[in-house]
């Protein structure tokens, strides 16, 4: 499969705009049922904005346990690998829990450091995603009508 040059993608004709990226998945999906070739299909997100959604407030106590939670998958990971190499069933529980320990109170440290440096200034925990105000399922010219016209039959079954 060949990848087209971002100019050819965008200046293909739109055969379907929708509100949400589902919905134009479910558009590529239908088409993709109906036998239609989507390899000459994209979906083109437009007006993109970055959206951070607040999941709450952070405390010195919250970043602290979040980097303890952090901070023991991490000792545990190390303790994992080091245990290839140790000899004996008791040496590998030993690693094990020593790396799940010291990574939760490292963690823990650094956590509770890295907020405390921020002197106030970030409160709160967020993710953020970048969303498109618009979904456009686009086609290569010559299969545009036919994607058009199996889209149409879509948004009469969906109705």
Same mark, same amino acid.
């Given at each position: 499969?060949?990848?087209?040059?971002?100019?050819?993608?965008?200046?293909?004709?739109?055969?379907?705009?929708?509100?949400?990226?589902?919905?134009?998945?479910?558009?590529?999906?239908?088409?993709?049922?109906?036998?239609?070739?989507?390899?000459?299909?994209?979906?083109?997100?437009?007006?993109?904005?970055?959206?951070?959604?607040?999941? $709450?407030?952070?405390?010195?106590?919250?970043?602290?346990?979040? !980097?303890?939670?952090? /901070? #023991?998958? +991490? =000792?545990?990971?190390? *303790?994992?690998?080091?245990?290839?190499?140790?000899? $004996?069933?008791?040496?590998?529980?030993?690693?094990?829990?020593? !790396?799940?320990?010291? /990574? #939760?109170? +490292? =963690?823990?440290?650094? *956590?509770?450091?890295?907020?405390?440096?921020?002197? $106030?200034?970030?409160?709160?925990?967020?993710?953020?995603?970048?969303?498109?105000?618009?979904?456009?399922?686009?086609?290569?010219?010559?299969?545009?009508?036919?994607?058009?016209?199996?889209?149409?039959?879509?948004?009469?079954?969906?109705?």
């Amino acid at each position: 499969m060949t990848q087209q040059p971002p100019s050819e993608v965008v200046d293909r004709p739109v055969v379907g705009s929708f509100p949400t990226y589902a919905g134009a998945q479910r558009a590529v999906d239908f088409l993709a049922d109906n036998k239609f070739p989507v390899e000459h299909t994209a979906i083109i997100g437009s007006d993109l904005r970055m959206v951070e959604t607040v999941l $709450g407030r952070l405390t010195r106590g919250r970043a602290a346990l979040a !980097g303890a939670g952090t /901070g #023991a998958w +991490f =000792g545990l990971l190390i *303790g994992l690998l080091l245990s290839v190499f140790a000899a $004996g069933a008791n040496n590998v529980i030993v690693l094990l829990v020593s !790396g799940l320990v010291y /990574g #939760a109170v +490292f =963690g823990a440290i650094f *956590g509770f450091v890295g907020h405390a440096m921020t002197r $106030g200034q970030r409160d709160f925990s967020s993710r953020s995603q970048i969303v498109a105000a618009r979904y456009d399922v686009v086609a290569d010219a010559e299969v545009a009508d036919e994607a058009k016209n199996m889209l149409a039959r879509l948004a009469m079954r969906e109705g």
